[in-house]
């Protein structure tokens, strides 16, 4: 749950496996991608991708993610991993990240949730975790004392 998951590494390590990050440099192999909308996103004009894994099985998410136009920076992403992800105790696991510009053209993640239901003994026993990450007062190119 405590997991630094950042959204540009290729692979995402969640609960011991590696996870293909839908903006990987490979991702077109192990993702299908669907341009399904388009808005003004804190004065940036974005696209909303929809993406799912192309191959049942994969270590992969389905989602979406909003991409500035110019910048290609994310500004939201949201991802779910599939139940045939095959992870010991986890039947879900989502996570859902918010960037925002904090320098001319720079992003830095500003909200995390996390969500996981994690299942023991074969679905009698559960519980759900949950982890809320607010980021803010980020300090860019400024010498240290």
């Known amino acids: 749950m405590y997991a630094n998951l950042n959204i540009y590494d290729n692979d995402l390590n969640i609960f011991g496996k590696n996870f293909t990050s839908p903006v990987a ?15 003004i996103i804190d004065g940036h004009k974005a696209f909303k991708l929809d993406f799912r894994p192309r191959r049942y099985g994969d270590l992969a998410f389905t989602g979406y993610l909003w991409v500035a136009d110019t910048t290609y920076a994310i500004l939201r992403v949201k991802g779910d991993i599939s139940e045939e992800a ?32 994690i299942n023991l003994l074969e679905k009698e026993y559960g519980f759900y975790g949950r982890k809320q990450s607010s980021y803010k007062n980020y300090v860019i190119n400024e010498p240290l004392p």
């Open 25 to 39: 440099s490979g991702a077109k192999l192990t993702y299908y991608f669907y341009i399904t909308d388009s808005a």
């Open 86 to 117: 095959n992870i010991n105790f986890i039947t879900r696991f989502e996570v859902t990240q918010q960037y925002e510009e904090v320098d001319s053209n720079v992003f830095m993640i500003a909200d995390e949730s996390v969500f996981a239901d």
